[in-house]
């Protein structure tokens, strides 16, 4: 494992920091590393693996298409991208047009192309996104992100956007006018610590669109496919988004985005508009389409809402000097802490045995497989006293 470690760090560039566990396999929600240590895997390498690992849905759906056709191009079109596609417009209500992708940032790319093509057919020449939002990190997505401490180093960018503070309609209000393009927002902000904001944000953002003639952009790049218990986390307010990207758990562990326009903005592109060497895969439709049909078949919204209350509702049942609270839906929490403490809480659950993500200073992410059992649950919210005792100031090392 040092030695892994070792060459990782000579090998790729320095980008990330060398991560301290390298995983060899995985089963259900259990992964294993190089040393044979079990872990709880509850972060699901950033609210992807949906179905955990080496679910047999997965790994059949695969190996079947990777034997039968890996990749077509789209100079030909294959079977298992049209059904995914048709798939998606169906979860959505039936007027969508799909682009299928490679990653979260491809599906916003495509977003951010369809609203510079509505903006430039419409005399509007801004964009409007959220402070601390996060949407990518190749140079359209990340001109629209709003953490500065990631977005400012590579500036100045191409486009015009304005950000306003997250939650708050009345900001947002103000910033949009007829001049605006788009405005692009997350349903609860994923990377800034699974914040979510005040009821009726998002049906409030959906009439300002409509009043000023902006196009509205949901990421649900995290935040679909489950993940709140519902197939997409708009569904918790009556505001359909204009444009909706999704890509993380939508494959199950695969590679896969897709941006989904409606209506109108589904024609946006002419030929020639978009496109993508990779995109439409057919290894990564066949995943996604079995991750949607075991979502579905195993009635995995649901398990999400209830094993997601029963985790919520152990982590705050618990009293604790460096616990503040837990916030978030479904299978998608973030445990909050007093002070900065998140780094020191992480290295303690893995030394009990469980993957959590330290997303913010005071804040660790808690993003499982959809298919975490109750007692899997239990058995984190049981131990997470002790973790957050190992964790204290003058308990580490
Ligand atoms: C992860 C994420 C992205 C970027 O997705 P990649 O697959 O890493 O390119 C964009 N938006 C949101 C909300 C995300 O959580």
Not at 214 to 222: G, P, T
């Amino acid at each position: 494992m040092s030695d892994l470690r070792t060459r990782f760090e000579a090998a790729f560039m320095p980008n990330y920091g060398v991560p301290p566990v390298a995983l060899a396999r995985g089963e259900g929600c259990r992964v294993w590393d190089t040393a044979g240590r079990e872990y709880l895997d509850l972060i699901a390498g950033i609210a992807v693996s949906s179905l955990g690992h080496g679910h047999p849905a997965l790994v059949e759906a695969v190996s079947a298409q990777a034997a039968a056709l890996a990749h077509t191009s789209n100079l030909f079109l294959n079977e298992p991208e049209v059904l995914l596609a048709e798939r998606l417009r169906e979860l959505l209500g039936g007027d969508g047009r799909v682009f299928l992708a490679n990653s979260g940032t491809e599906a916003n790319e495509c977003a951010l192309k369809l609203a510079i093509k509505y903006g430039k057919q419409n005399g509007r020449s801004y964009f409007v996104a959220a402070e601390n939002g996060f949407h990518g990190r190749s140079l359209g997505a990340l001109s629209l992100t709003g953490k500065a401490s990631i977005r400012e180093p590579f500036g100045p960018f191409a486009i015009d956007v304005r950000f306003v503070p997250y939650g708050d309609a009345g900001a947002l209000k103000a910033s949009v006018d007829e001049d605006c393009a788009a405005v692009f927002l997350e349903p609860t902000q994923g990377e800034a610590g699974v914040v979510p904001p005040p009821d009726g944000y998002f049906t409030a953002a959906r009439e300002i669109c409509d009043a000023a003639g902006a196009l509205f952009v949901a990421d649900e790049i995290q935040s679909a496919i489950g993940r709140t218990g519902t197939w997409f986390a708009f569904e918790h307010e009556n505001a359909r988004p204009d444009v909706i990207t999704l890509a993380k758990g939508l494959g199950g562990g695969l590679p896969v985005g897709a941006c989904v326009a409606f209506g109108p903005h589904g024609d946006l592109f002419a030929k020639g508009d978009h496109g993508s060497t990779f995109g439409g895969n057919p290894v990564a439709a066949a995943a996604a389409l079995a991750v949607l049909a075991t979502i579905e078949k195993d009635g995995l919204l649901a398990h999400a809402v209830s094993v997601g209350e029963a985790l919520a509702s152990g982590l705050a049942a618990i009293e604790h000097p460096l616990l503040a609270g837990v916030r978030g839906r479904g299978l998608w929490r973030a445990a909050v802490l007093t002070g900065p403490h998140a780094a020191a809480v992480e290295a303690a659950a893995r030394d009990a045995g469980f993957l959590i993500n330290a997303l913010q200073p005071d804040a660790l992410r808690i993003a499982p497989p959809l298919v975490l059992t109750a007692g899997q649950a239990r058995s984190f919210t049981d131990a997470f006293p002790s973790i957050l005792d190992a964790a204290s100031p003058g308990q580490e090392g």
